[in-house]
């Protein structure tokens, strides 16, 4: 077997996973609608590429306000729970291990995309910079929009959104997920109280280092509480460069990020997490995270820890090899490629990614990719 560190058994939580290879959350924009549920097309996805060590669904926002791109999966609805158990059944099926990941946008969003055309919500009343929302202009199409300019939560609402955040943990569970992933990266709303940068706040919320981590802080520990520990995940994206500032919406860049992302990981430490994913910088040529950082994240944390970000089968094994992680993700592989983990064991050929039919769409570019041993498209459910 090619790269055989890659397939050693590995137990994360109370769950044991039969490879390190893991399928990270890939926004794909294929919900039903109207109600941004998942659907039977999604399901086949999924199932697809149940050979994953372990798998994370694309982000579902976890209320209306959470969504910053249409035609993504909701969790928050009776509707939209149905549509994700089938996907955690036919996950299941195959043996495979599924954690949804609980999304919230914040400010990154659009008044055609909110409630009654609100304004989005945010820490601080503060424009996102470098990035777009995504809205729909007719059916089946859409267009990218700068986003809309954000209002301040007040206190009660900050708590408010944090019962939400308890609310989906339990729909996930209902839906038949193993697990919950919390998305706190790519300058999203747990991101955005994390940033000084986006959190100007008075209250208890913002300020100190310390105040703006308590949104993260009461999250994990309440959410915590209805999944357990073991059966919970965060992912950061500690942006080290200002390196290409249009790509910056990966995360926000801090005056500090060692300090910053350090700090935020002794939050899971003290909760005891089942692990921490850090997705880096993904454009092209992006540098690598330092290497002191990577060995503070490792003595810190004593959880599973997932990387991602333009992983290469080499690299990943290399980290591995390092002992600064325990399990690799690949992201635009794992798109083109359902059965990426044969593939790698059997070092097979990849197939190329379609960039063209990424967000948005039907079956093509989605479920029609070709598994390597039957050479052509496997069919598919609609």
């Known amino acids: 077997m090619k790269h055989a ?11 044991a996973l039969t490879n390190r290879i893991v399928l990270p959350p890939l926004t794909r924009q294929r919900s039903g609608q109207p109600g941004d549920v998942p659907t039977d097309l999604m399901a086949t996805y999924y199932r697809q590429r149940s050979g994953a060590g372990f798998m994370i669904s694309e ?15 909701g969790i928050y609805t009776r509707a939209q729970i149905e ?25 990154v969003s659009h008044t055609a995309l909110q409630p009654d055309g609100a304004a989005p919500v945010a820490p601080s009343a503060i424009l996102a910079q470098n990035v777009k929302a995504f809205i729909e202009t007719g059916s089946g199409v859409g267009e990218l929009v700068t986003p809309s300019v954000p209002r301040a939560l007040t206190t009660a609402e900050v708590k408010e959104v944090v019962s939400l955040y308890v609310q989906a943990a339990r729909n996930a569970l209902e839906a038949g997920f193993d697990g919950v992933e919390l998305h706190a990266a790519n300058g999203y709303l747990i991101n955005q109280f994390i940033s000084a940068h986006t959190n100007q706040r008075k209250d208890e919320y913002g300020g100190s280092l310390q105040n703006r981590l308590r949104f993260l802080r009461e999250i994990v520990r309440a959410v915590s509480e209805v999944v ?9 994206t500690p942006l080290f460069t200002s390196t290409n500032q249009d790509r910056v919406y990966i995360g926000l860049l801090e005056d500090d990020p060692h300090e910053t992302y350090i700090e935020a990981i002794r939050v899971l430490e003290e909760m005891k997490i089942a692990y921490l994913s850090i997705a ?7 540098p690598e995270l330092p290497d002191d950082f990577r060995r503070d994240v490792r003595r810190t944390f004593s959880g599973r820890i997932i990387y991602a970000g333009l992983y290469t089968v080499e690299r990943g094994v290399r980290l591995l090899e390092s002992g600064l992680t325990d399990l690799i ?45 039957s050479s052509k498209p496997e069919k598919t459910s609609s």
């Open 5 to 15: 560190q890659l397939f050693e058994p590995l137990v994360l939580g109370r769950f």
């Open 59 to 73: 982000g579902a926002q976890i209320e209306p306000r959470g969504q910053g791109y249409a035609w993504t999966p």
């Open 83 to 107: 549509g994700w158990r089938k996907v955690t059944d036919a996950v299941h099926a195959e043996g495979g291990v599924i954690f949804a990941q609980l999304w919230h946008v914040g400010r």
């Open 228 to 236: 357990g520990p073991h059966r919970l995940g965060v992912r950061f």
């Open 280 to 286: 880096e910088a993904d454009w092209d040529n992006a």
């Open 329 to 373: 993700a690949f992201g635009r592989p794992f798109i083109a490629n359902p059965d990426l983990p044969q593939r790698i064991a059997n070092d097979w050929p990849l197939n190329p990614l379609d960039r063209a039919t990424l967000y948005g769409g039907d079956a093509r570019g989605y479920t029609d990719y070709p598994f390597y041993a």
